[in-house]
């Protein structure tokens, strides 16, 4: 399967992450049916209709009037490397749409509701054999895009004539030979061939030489790469018999360093045929070692996922075989680790569940608003409000023109912002999204971040964008007209980056939860709030003498903000300590190091503690005083965290500090009795309950607000420690399984055999939840019998209490109907089997 890789890493220094996706559903919109009709003896036609659900669309097979233009997809039909099936025609379709898609900015072509597709192609006179072909296409809403695997084709011909015709495995036409059944998918690209051999240095030394031969426009990355953040690096694995020893690491020769486009960065990668060499210490007869490579392709393009392939090396022969999946050691094979059931996803037995879609867009696009009127008040953009409109409204033009000027200045505020989120709406997917958010190296890159920004607000150095953009942006704006007004505009987002940055990466990363549109939203607030005054003010000038003057309120509004920073920063650092289990941010130390923020707030408003740039307080104003005030009300609110016993809930706070359980003190909590799947089923079978599982990470704020808020509730917190065997599974759990547990972990993906490698408790939760529920969100809940039946449809986040209370409810009648209807089988077969 190809995966197409946007420009999401453009702005990654912006994401501040919060939290997890809790949408990300695996979508399958087009539904295709096939007909082949032969035209003559030698020429047969392909035709492929689409029925496309409502809000998507499949391209045309051009999709732009513009021959340059590279965008989506284009649906085409084809057959590959194949010398005995030639298109005979251009592929045929009916009347598309052309209209405006906003996830490539342009008129595109297009197809809703339907589709039809049709192409004909010629045998070569006497041809005997298979061509393997492919119909590739793409789908998109309004808000994204998918890239389904291809549909499979293969033409059987027999002296020249078509003698069948398959779509991926069914046969549509005439009838296949037993013989031409190979039982796997042809469309898959294999761009990188690898052997294995050995070479005797002498004296028990061998040296395995590990090739990569790539095809021409690929290349495979280095095993060190300059980012955590971009691809995978190559990694080899090896069993060695007993008495056999590593000598050293992996070599491998040097890479090239170039810009990859795919990650949008310099990466070191190789291609052509690039070696790798590790050497073995060898005691006694040489024997045979079990080599691995997991590794990574990709073109200026495309990548293809990870994939792992082991290699068998006799050390006496020097020849090297590829080890077929049987012949695995068993230890490797982890198959029964990862439990496996039958569900049918489409049929659940209860109709519990209904699909909850909760648009946080405008809830976004408020906090990117309140985002912008904090910016405002920074010492880098107040005091350009006056300047500016004075600029606008004066200087010797009418009003009319300067204050339609000044409008049009802030509206190019507003869509600068806006910009910035384009690339995100370019094939970005859920996914992608929901691991940066989980990322635990990029959790601690964003507190270190967050810890630079707020030394810069005290005051200590500035953070500034390079001089040479600056300037650029600034000769720019003195170009008259729009243009000019345009510059002026990039010129002010650009020298307030200082202030404003910081803002904006709490901004985004709030609303780094849904995909593409609800960082759009958060955007556009933060921009229309800063470009909202200069209009504004422009239009009644007599407002601004109601301003506050520029003076120090500016700089301790900067400081304030430095402090809000520090409190951030701690969350992304509880963060990655509660995914790799460290103990260094338990909750009490969580409250504890808020509190020491807010009290330090307090003397810092008081003028008890100042900063570089503060003038001395001579007296503290009302404003200054009520602000004061709720600080240290808050401060006090935090400080019973810190007690075993707190004396009220921090219900406001749910989802940012730890978990209740995770705590200095040993106390009764409530959360769920089993962190394993197959304890809590066997448990669930001998008390006769039905099963509640829980798939939920570490650093999911939706799941703590979940089991703080929602499982709290006393009634639901007595359905589930009564009616139901509670089961939490944590898909980002870093720490390592048994040895006797990792392995390769087996599965089909069309036909074909793949494997992926298990390590940690995370990557076993997660491997079955995306293998058995094909969903990677979290929280995601599923009822199952203790039978293992599906009782209604898993959902995920859902914090209004009394609708988790129906469905949990709603479960359990379907449980009890199940029961009902098991034990009057059961009766009626002993009644039977006593009447015979």
């Not at 190559?234 to 018999?241: M, S």
Request: hydrophobic share 40%; net charge negative; proline share 6%.
């Amino acid at each position: 399967m190809l995966l197409k890789i946007k420009p999401l890493f453009l702005f990654i220094a912006l994401l501040a992450t919060f939290s997890y996706s809790s949408v990300a559903q695996i979508e399958d919109p087009v539904k295709w049916s096939f007909s082949v009709e032969s035209v003559d003896d030698q020429t047969f036609e392909v035709i492929g209709e689409a029925t496309i659900e409502p809000k998507w669309h499949v391209y045309s097979s051009v999709v732009s009037d513009d021959p340059e233009f590279i965008g989506p997809v284009p649906t085409d039909i084809y057959f590959l490397d194949s010398a005995n099936v030639t298109p005979a025609s251009k592929i045929e379709e009916g009347e598309y749409i052309t209209h405006y898609d906003p996830n490539f900015d342009a008129d595109l072509n297009y197809f809703e509701e339907e589709a039809t597709f049709s192409r004909r192609f010629t045998i070569a006179p006497g041809a005997s054999g298979t061509a393997e072909g492919e119909l590739s296409y793409m789908a998109c809403d309004d808000s994204k895009c998918i890239f389904p695997e291809p549909v499979y084709l293969t033409a059987g011909f027999e002296d020249g004539k078509l003698a069948y015709f398959k779509v991926d495995e069914e046969v549509i036409l005439g009838e296949e030979p037993e013989a031409a059944s190979t039982g796997q998918s042809s469309g898959v690209y294999e761009p990188a061939k690898w052997s294995f051999k050995s070479v005797n240095e002498g004296e028990g030394l061998y040296t395995i030489e590990m090739t990569c031969t790539l095809d021409e426009g690929w290349h495979l990355y280095s095993q060190y790469l300059e980012s955590d953040m971009g691809p995978v690096p190559t990694r080899f694995t090896f069993q060695l018999p007993e008495g056999y020893t590593l000598d050293g690491k992996v070599q491998e020769g040097e890479p090239k360093k170039e810009y990859d486009p795919n990650f949008m960065m310099d990466l070191s990668f190789f291609d052509g045929a690039p070696v790798f060499r590790q050497r073995i210490n060898v005691s006694g007869d040489p024997g045979k070692v079990v080599a691995g490579v997991e590794f990574m392709v990709c073109d200026d393009e495309m990548c293809l996922p990870p994939e792992l392939q082991e290699f068998e090396v006799n050390l006496a022969t020097g020849v090297g075989q590829p080890l077929a999946y049987d012949d695995q050691d068993t230890r490797e094979d982890i198959s029964a680790v990862v439990p496996s059931l039958d569900i049918n996803l489409e049929a659940p037995q209860g109709d519990c569940g209904e699909v909850q879609n909760y648009d946080s867009a405008w809830t976004v696009f408020i906090f990117g608003f309140l985002g912008g009127l904090l910016a405002l008040l920074t010492p880098c953009v107040f005091p350009m409000i006056p300047l500016t409109v004075s600029f606008f409204t004066k200087g010797g033009q009418d009003t009319k023109s300067g204050i339609g000027k000044a409008v049009l200045y802030g509206f190019f505020i507003f869509l600068i912002y806006a910009i910035l989120s384009v690339p995100f709406h370019f094939g970005t997917n859920p996914e992608a999204l929901n691991e940066i958010a989980t990322s635990p190296a990029l959790n601690i890159g964003f507190f270190v971040i967050f810890v630079v920004f707020a030394i810069s607000f005290f005051g200590y150095f500035e953070i500034r964008l390079p001089n040479a953009l600056l300037n650029k942006a600034d000769n720019a704006s003195n170009v008259g007209g729009v243009a000019g007004i345009f510059f002026m505009a990039l010129t002010l987002a650009l020298v307030s980056f200082s202030c404003t940055g910081p803002i904006l990466g709490t901004v985004l990363g709030n609303s780094l939860k849904n995909g593409p549109w609800p960082i759009t939203a958060a955007m556009s607030g933060f921009g229309i709030a800063l470009g909202l005054p200069f209009a504004v003010f422009a239009a009644f000038p007599s407002m601004m003498k109601n301003l506050p003057k520029s003076g120090g309120w500016l700089n301790t509004v900067k400081v304030v903000l430095g402090f809000l920073e520090l409190a951030l920063a701690v969350k992304f650092l509880s963060n990655a300590d509660l995914v790799y289990q460290w103990h260094l941010i338990e909750r009490e130390t969580f409250f504890l190091i808020w509190v020491i923020i807010g009290v330090a707030m307090v003397l810092y408003l008081l003028g008890i503690v100042r900063f570089p740039h503060d003038s001395p307080l001579k007296r503290l104003s009302v404003g200054r005083i009520a602000f004061t005030a709720a600080i240290l009300a808050f401060s006090v609110y935090l400080f019973p965290g810190i007690l075993k016993e707190s004396p009220w809930r921090h219900d406001m706070l749910a989802g940012f500090p730890p978990p209740t359980f995770y705590s200095w003190y040993e106390r009764e909590t409530f959360h769920a009795e089993f962190d394993d799947f197959d304890e809590a089923m066997a448990y669930a079978k001998e008390v006769d309950k039905p099963l509640l599982v829980d798939f939920t990470g570490w650093a999911c704020v939706n799941c703590r607000q979940m089991e703080e808020t929602v499982w709290t509730d006393e009634e639901i917190k007595r359905i589930l420690e009564e009616d139901f065997v509670l089961v939490s599974l944590y898909v980002d759990d870093k720490v390592e399984l048994p040895e006797e547990k990792q392995g390769v972990y087996p599965f089909e993906v069309n036909g074909e055999m793949k494997r992926k490698r298990i390590r940690t408790i995370g990557n076993k939760w997660a491997t079955f939840q995306t293998q058995t529920f094909r969903n990677n969100s979290q929280p995601y809940y599923v009822m199952l019998s203790n039978e293992g039946e599906l009782l209604g449809n898993p959902v995920g986040y859902t914090p209004k209490v009394d609708v988790y209370k129906s469905y949990l409810e709603c479960g359990l009648e379907t449980n009890k109907r199940l029961s009902a209807e098991a034990e009057d089988a059961n009766t009626n077969s002993t009644q039977t089997s006593w009447v015979d």
